[in-house]
């Protein structure tokens, strides 16, 4: 909840202790706040009275206070810790030779930890451990042993890049068929061939070859 929706804060009339507050979860002394608050007041009135007006909103400074960096840092580190001993749990260390469970007291303390649900039913017990794949799952993120991001690279053409490679795909395409032939003796050593080739894919247009070689091959 944001110091400004607290109805304590909200209730507070004087602007003076406001700023006082507000001095103090900034990380200021009670001397400092209420000599910022108050810049009349001397060290030793500030020292006094400053002490006296934390006392008096000790609750709404404790529901508001920062948390240090040193206990984010502790929270994430035990945090990690419970997860790993879910994630790795053996199950017969719950157990005693017999294979019989162990009583709570008697079951690691650390191990203690991926316990979630304690179910007692007369002689019979039955503990339940945390979801061991959930566990194992948000270790591997931490760890960066996979990433759930998918990259994809998309190359963009333009319209006449786009319609110079439709040309060429369809050129290429297919295969060239013969259409029709025609024979035309010019003389007694030399025979003009005019053959019609057209594609068997694509519906391509007809492609004519003239002066073509008697006996040339397609």
Do not use: C
């Amino acid at each position: 909840m944001a110091l400004e929706d607290d109805k304590e804060w909200k209730a507070i009339k004087r602007e003076t202790h406001k700023v006082f507050l507000s001095n103090l979860l900034r990380g200021k002394t009670a001397t400092e706040s209420y000599q910022i608050a108050f810049p009349t007041a001397n060290k030793v009135q500030a020292g006094k009275k400053g002490y006296e007006l934390k006392k008096r909103y000790e609750l709404l400074l404790e529901r508001h206070a920062p948390v240090p960096p040193l206990a984010l840092e502790s929270v994430a580190n035990k945090t990690l810790e419970n997860l790993s001993i879910m994630a790795f749990a053996d199950v017969g260390e719950l157990t005693d030779s017999d294979g019989k469970p162990l009583p709570l007291k008697e079951i690691p303390a650390g191990l203690r930890m991926a316990i979630t649900e304690v179910e007692i039913s007369g002689k019979r017990v039955k503990y339940k451990i945390g979801g061991k794949v959930k566990a194992l799952e948000i270790l591997s993120r931490v760890a960066r042993l996979h990433e759930d991001k998918t990259e994809i690279n998309i190359s963009l053409i333009t319209e006449e890049e786009r319609d110079n490679k439709i040309k060429e795909d369809t050129r290429l395409s297919g295969k060239y068929i013969v259409h029709s032939v025609k024979h035309t003796i010019l003389n007694r050593t030399e025979l003009r061939t005019i053959a019609t080739l057209t594609r068997d894919s694509f519906g391509g247009n007809e492609i004519k070859k003239t002066n073509v070689p008697s006996g040339a091959t397609f």
